[in-house]
């Protein structure tokens, strides 16, 4: 885990928003599954910040009982626990492959996603 209380604005990171489904929209899902008798599943991404690749340039000190005793610093690819902007890397991450694969971001709401599957409506709510 990074230790991301040491971060500092505009230094370390600029932006740590991260958007969810608002709660009336999972509302109005959970409605249309109920009226259409549709089948409603829920899957948790284990590790799933650990998906996500940086933009920003950032260092770590070497983790605890991994020193080498050189001093040297660990640069990042990819987002960790623990980093200010984690959560919206990996939201970001997860969105981008979602387009990419045929979904269509909802207007009223962008996160929540549609695709058309087989004449069927294939709809992802993004919560925490």
């Given amino acids: 885990m990074a230790r991301g209380f040491t971060q500092r604005h505009g230094v370390d990171y600029d932006e740590v928003f991260s958007p969810v ?3 009336g929209s999972v509302r109005c899902i959970i409605g249309i599954a ?4 549709l089948k409603l599943t829920q899957f ?3 590790s799933a910040f650990l998906y996500g690749r940086l933009q920003a340039t950032v260092y ?7 020193q080498d005793g050189s001093g040297r ?4 690819k990819r987002s960790l626990y623990g ?3 984690t959560s919206r890397v990996w939201n970001q991450t997860f969105s981008d492959f ?5 979904f269509v971001v ?5 996160c929540i996603y549609v695709r058309l599957v087989e004449g069927r409506n294939l709809i992802v709510c993004l919560c925490r």
């Fill in 21 to 23: 489904t608002r709660l």
């Fill in 34 to 37: 109920a009226s259409g008798n």
């Fill in 44 to 46: 948790d991404v284990y």
């Fill in 60 to 66: 770590m000190q070497q983790p605890e009982g991994y």
């Fill in 73 to 76: 610093v660990c640069k990042l």
């Fill in 83 to 85: 980093l200010k902007q």
């Fill in 98 to 102: 979602l387009v990419s694969i045929g």
């Fill in 106 to 110: 909802s207007k009223a709401d962008r």
